[in-house]
């Protein structure tokens, strides 16, 4: 197991979905990067969200498609 996090990083906070890493995460990512780009959001692959205190508040989400949608308009 392990989190997903989509951060602005002109913002405070951070988006996170829990899932599981493997060829599905990395085709997840690329496909979140080519729709919103490398400019000004940050995706990281994190093992426990209380480890990470810089991306605090965390938002989870639910599902790919809820994570996709707050990503694209973030």
């Known amino acids: 197991m392990c989190y997903l996090?989509?951060?602005n990083i002109?913002?405070?906070?951070?988006?996170?979905?829990?899932?599981?890493h493997g060829k599905h995460l990395s085709e997840l990512k690329r496909r979140?990067?080519?729709?919103?780009?490398y400019?000004?959001?940050q995706l990281v692959t994190i093992s426990r969200?209380?480890?990470y205190g810089e991306y605090e508040?965390?938002?989870f989400v639910n599902s790919e498609e809820e994570f996709t949608v707050v990503v694209e308009n973030m």
């Open 5 to 7: 996090i989509a951060k």
């Open 57 to 59: 508040p965390y938002h």
């Open 32 to 37: 979140i990067e080519k729709k919103v780009g």
């Open 49 to 51: 969200p209380s480890a």
């Open 10 to 20: 002109n913002d405070v906070g951070c988006v996170a979905l829990r899932t599981t």
């Open 39 to 41: 400019e000004k959001i």
